[in-house]
């Protein structure tokens, strides 16, 4: 369910505030769990760009947790596999039940930040210093593909929601990881992030697909391209939610 409740404070005064809840299961029992957030001034001051993502609040949130449904088809395929002996598709499953988890777990956290951000307009925020913090924690996973990777990034604030830009650029640079052979650059023109990786490109026929969810290109010739198609879907979809721009 969704919807807007007023809330009282301590100090006597009154909050309007979206919510959304429902129904989750731990360990078979039934739980409620949700999320407010306070739209009180976008509606006092009757904010058009601040009513719109909060119409769309919890449609971002269902379209980022759509991809929790991945580790329930692994463990299931998983269980299949390992009812005899585990075979060499069962050990594939089992490293590929350890990277989606590790996206699971991204995602929680990503979508728990985003639902406690009380400004889900936006806030000023540095290009610079978001991209570069980006990379660090992709460091390691940089580092194990011996890609190099090359910054340009000038000094420059916009004022935009933070959670959402972070996972543009998270999403942005992690799919160039997949797929650069040895280099990829990072760099600004203003508000606009460019990102170039050296792999195999793709057909122009197709660039236009990209953005689609659940759309992947014959990557056959990848190695560990585990992903479902919905990196550059959600791209798509925050890009759109913020007022900004993606293409190829």
Not at 206 to 213: E, G, L, R, T, V
């Amino acid at each position: 369910i969704c919807g807007f409740i007023r809330i009282l404070t301590k100090n006597n005064k009154i909050k309007k505030c979206r919510f959304g809840a429902g129904i989750l299961y731990e360990n078979g029992e039934e739980k409620i769990a949700g999320v407010f957030v306070d739209v009180s001034d976008c509606i006092n001051n009757n904010c058009e760009r601040c009513n719109y993502l909060s119409e769309n609040f919890n449609c971002m949130l269902a379209k980022i947790l759509h991809d929790l449904r991945q580790p329930i088809s692994a463990i299931k395929l998983l269980v299949n596999d390992i009812e005899g002996e585990i075979s060499e598709e069962g050990k594939n499953s089992i490293l590929k039940l350890n990277t989606i988890c590790e996206n699971l777990n991204s995602l929680i956290e990503g979508s728990m930040h985003f639902a406690k951000n009380k400004d889900i307009c936006g806030e000023k925020i540095d290009i610079k210093e978001i991209s570069e913090k980006i990379c660090d924690e992709f460091l390691r996973k940089i580092e194990s593909k011996n890609i190099k990777i090359v910054l340009k990034l000038k000094k420059h604030e916009i004022y935009q929601n933070l959670f959402l830009t972070e996972k543009i650029i998270r999403n942005l640079l992690d799919n160039a990881i997949k797929f650069a052979k040895s280099k990829i650059l990072i760099k600004n023109i203003g508000s606009c992030i460019v990102i170039i990786d050296d792999g195999c490109g793709i057909d122009k026929n197709k660039q236009k697909h990209i953005f689609d969810n659940f759309f992947q290109c014959d990557t056959s010739n990848i190695i560990n391209n585990n992903g479902a198609g919905l990196g550059l879907g959600i791209v798509n979809y925050c890009a759109w939610l913020t007022g900004a721009k993606i293409s190829v």
